[in-house]
């Protein structure tokens, strides 16, 4: 799967929100967000604009086996 380049940080805090995610906390330029669906999960989402690829795919990937689902899905 192609990773969109242009994703900015706001719309990947909101976007897990799905999953049950929400924004716990915010040190710096780094925003916390956090689940208690499935177990106790949190994600730190640099506030950087755009995210770069690599770091896109790390956050995704690690919610995703967070979910045991697919990136894709």
């Known amino acids: ?11 990947l805090i909101k ?3 799905v999953l049950g995610y929400q924004a716990t906390r915010q040190k710096g330029s780094h ?4 689940t ?5 999960n949190h994600e730190v989402i ?3 604009q755009p ?3 690599g770091t896109l795919a790390s956050i995704l ?4 086996a967070h979910h045991r689902i697919t ?3």
């Open 1 to 11: 799967m192609k990773l969109p380049r242009d994703v900015d940080s706001a719309r």
């Open 15 to 17: 976007a897990p929100s």
């Open 31 to 34: 925003v916390r967000v956090t």
């Open 36 to 40: 208690q669906v499935d177990g106790e």
């Open 46 to 48: 640099p506030y950087h």
């Open 51 to 53: 995210l770069k690829v």
């Open 61 to 64: 990937k690690h919610i995703a």
């Open 71 to 73: 990136v894709e899905e």
